[in-house]
T-cell receptor, first 112, second 112 residues
Framework: DAGVIQSPRHEVTEMGQEVTLRCKPI?????LFWYRQTMMRGLELLIYFNNNVPIDDSGMPEDRFSAKMPNASFSTLKIQPSEPRDSAVYFC??????????FGPGTRLLVL | GESVGLHLPTLSVQEGDNSIINCAYS??????FIWYKQESGKGPQFIID?????DKRQGQRVTVLLNKTVKHLSLQIAATQPGDSAVYFC???????????FGTGTRLKVLA
């Protein structure tokens, strides 16, 4: 198995632009998590899904952030409009049970 | 002005020595805990977990200890190797949810 796949690996954009981050979980995993990691705040859970349904989105910073999981093999995290303070590394992780999570390599986002 | 980021505590150990990394968790209701290892430029990697009905759990070269009285978790690494150099995070959650809260992390440096 290729593990969790995230794209793009790096994204540089200008303030106000829409950013879409993508994730392909490990096949057969029913849970998918989106995290954000910054020097200021460390690693934070944004949202997680179970069987494609959002279970807890209380970590989503504000309405500019949205996440979808249209099927078991694909999820997106969208930021619209993006702001410089959104600059961070965004990780996707998947899990069979919700416990042992397998993280992707992350997307490093820089908003200028 | 200069931004203030998280100051990661650093533990430096000689190769071959044992390492002990500590974590104070925040929620007395948390009953499931995980240790992750994060190497530079990569996503966190699951190391070992423990439930609150246990005080100790052992894996390959790693042991996790849980002290619920003082809300303290530790990770012991035996015969530390250069490949163990990384940032180590603890994470906690409580039953019925997978809304994990991560600690700030400890950087482990293995000296040759």
């Amino acid at each position: 198995d290729a593990g969790v796949i995230q794209s793009p690996r790096h994204e540089v954009t200008e303030m106000g632009q829409e950013v879409t981050l993508r994730c392909k979980p490990i096949s057969g995993h029913d849970y998918l998590f989106w995290y954000r990691q910054t020097m200021m705040r460390g690693l934070e859970l944004l949202i997680y899904f179970n069987n494609n349904v959002p279970i807890d989105d209380s970590g989503m910073p504000e309405d500019r952030f949205s996440a979808k999981m249209p099927n078991a093999s694909f999820s997106t995290l969208k930021i619209q409009p993006s702001e410089p303070r959104d600059s961070a590394v965004y990780f996707c992780a998947s899990s069979f049970t919700g416990e042992t999570q397998y993280f992707g390599p992350g997307t490093r986002l820089l908003v200028l | 002005g200069e931004s203030v980021g998280l100051h990661l505590p650093t533990l430096s150990v000689q190769e071959g020595d044992n390492s002990i990394i500590n974590c104070a968790y925040s929620n007395s209701a948390s009953d499931y805990f995980i240790w992750y290892k994060q190497e530079s430029g990569k996503g966190p990697q699951f190391i070992i977990d423990i439930r609150s009905n246990m005080d100790k759990r052992q894996g390959q070269r790693v042991t996790v200890l849980l002290n619920k009285t003082v809300k303290h978790l530790s990770l012991q690494i035996a015969a530390t190797q250069p490949g163990d150099s990384a940032v180590y995070f603890c994470a906690e959650t409580s039953s019925g949810t997978y809304k994990y809260i991560f600690g700030t992390g400890t950087r482990l440096k293995v000296l040759a």
